[in-house]
């Protein structure tokens, strides 16, 4: 089954009838505050979304591995990658 997209001057009409998107006036607009202006704490927490910073960073790379060492660290589920980095550490030693 297809769904015929609607027209612009359909869309228009469906946004028109939504009583829960009015138009807004002029003076609405002109009164109308930023969004970090009217909730600096959650715009700030916004900004600063995804992971804090580590004291250790790690450093992307390429690496070509046999198929069978990456898919028996890969059998020990979530955090595999840290478990390989481990051993190599250890390795090092």
């Not at 769904?3 to 607009?29: C, F």
């Not at 898919?71 to 550490?89: D, I, K, V």
């Amino acid at each position: 089954m297809t769904t015929k997209k609607p027209t612009e001057p359909e869309v228009q009409a469906m946004i028109a009838s939504d009583p829960d998107t009015p138009e807004w006036a002029n003076e609405e607009l002109a009164r109308a505050k930023p969004f970090a202006e009217v909730f600096p704490a959650l715009a700030e927490k916004a900004r600063r979304a995804g992971r804090p910073k580590s004291s250790n960073p790690k450093v992307a790379v390429s690496l070509r591995l046999d198929p069978d060492i990456v898919e028996a660290f890969r059998q020990t589920g979530q955090g595999w990658q840290t478990r390989m980095n481990e051993a190599l550490r250890k390795a090092m030693d």
